[in-house]
């Protein structure tokens, strides 16, 4: 993926129909939990909280969702903003609680303690590459240290007895692709699945995610599954991703917030062949209304507005409301502005040449993480 791109899901999921298929063995556990599907919802900061999942989960699809990622040793120390961070409920569920750190007993700690929390899963943060995370030897800075990150992530398996999972990327960089090698030990000492992204550190998000490398990931290991994640936004792309790696799932991001609904159509997809019609406009107009009370609900209604803020121009993506209303949804207030602004828009209707396959530009940062 370039910097910013325009994906045309119409065009793509078209030609997917088109083609012969097979139904293959779609079932994936990690360990002895059993996921309803093999289609994951990746962690995005400041995204995919307790709210965003719920509404997503109400669609159908989804196999597994992952809370944001939390410092081990603030998850300890039980503050305020890291206990939002992990919130998870029982109609969330099955759900990864994220934690990166770089000290053994810390991370163990914070994963016994998780599981009495309530966790399905612990996942190891190795992908995260900003310098936030990795300047104290956590995310990808752990893909440096081969000898002390698999004798962490050991101790972290032994220390529960819910599935510990492994999030990381290809390598530090295009000199470094460590992640086979990170696999295959990983392996060894008990991880439930590896989840890679198929980018370096220092690429960030900028050029395309390398395939090979993920294939080269899931042929390193025996029996664990490897989850493939990056540029997933279309029926196409998912299916490109599991036929040239073999990859046991799918793991997807920024294309979740543009299409919430694709989870749900990636099933219908491998289940018949056929991943159905897109959400009209009404829909997705019900979609970002159910996100946002269900914000409210959960940490009040001002809380709700300012967090909003950063999800209306994903939702304005797609909807094309027009300039003042997503202005005044980009500086949103309250709940009583919120639902005046979706009757607007649901008044107004979609405007002229909408189509509900289309897939907007996504906007990533740019250029090499070094460079951020």
Not at 31 to 56: D, E, I, K, Q
Not at 148 to 169: E, F, Q, Y
Not at 281 to 289: E, G, I, Q, V
Not at 346 to 360: E, F, K, L, T
């Amino acid at each position: 993926m370039n910097d910013e791109s325009t994906v045309t899901c119409q065009d793509q999921d078209a030609d997917v129909s088109k083609r012969p298929w097979t139904r293959s063995d779609t079932t994936l556990s990690l360990g002895r939990l059993a996921l309803p599907s093999r289609f994951f919802l990746s962690p995005l900061a400041g995204y995919t909280n307790l709210a965003y999942r719920r509404a997503v989960r109400e669609l159908g699809g989804l196999g597994l969702a992952t809370t944001d990622l939390v410092n081990a040793r603030a998850l300890l120390r039980k503050s305020r903003q890291t206990m939002e961070l992990i919130a998870i409920a029982d109609d969330d569920r099955p759900v990864a609680i994220q934690i990166y750190g770089n000290v053994a007993q810390e991370m163990c700690e914070a994963a016994q303690w998780l599981e009495v929390f309530g966790a399905d899963v612990i996942d190891i943060n190795m992908g995260c590459p900003v310098h936030k995370v990795t300047k104290g030897g956590g995310g990808s800075a752990m893909m440096c240290d081969v000898v002390n990150t698999v004798d962490l992530v050991a101790r972290v398996v032994a220390s529960v007895t819910i599935p510990v999972t492994v999030k990381m990327r290809l390598g530090w960089d295009d000199a470094n692709l460590s992640a086979p090698g990170f696999a295959r030990e990983f392996e060894k000492v008990g991880v439930a699945a590896v989840i890679i992204h198929g980018r370096t550190r220092e690429q960030g998000f900028s050029g395309t995610v390398n395939i090979d490398g993920i294939r080269q990931v899931v042929e390193a290991v025996d029996k664990i599954p490897v989850i493939g994640n990056g540029d997933v936004r279309t029926i196409a792309d998912a299916e490109r991703m599991l036929q040239i790696t073999g990859c046991a799932g799918i793991s997807i991001g920024r294309g979740a917030l543009l299409n919430p609904w694709i989870f749900h159509q990636l099933v219908r997809w491998e289940t018949t062949g056929d991943p159905g019609p897109a959400a009209d406009y009404n829909a997705r107009l019900d979609f970002m209304a159910r996100h946002f009370h269900y914000l409210v609900k959960e940490r009040g209604e001002r809380f709700a507005s300012l967090n909003y803020r950063k999800f209306a121009s994903w939702y304005c993506k797609s909807l094309k409301p027009g300039k003042l209303i997503q202005q005044r949804l980009v500086m949103l207030e309250n709940m009583e502005e919120f639902d005046d602004l979706v009757k607007q828009i649901r008044d107004q209707g979609p405007p002229q040449h909408w189509q509900a396959n289309r897939q907007p530009e996504i906007s990533v940062p740019k250029g090499p993480i070094a460079h951020w």
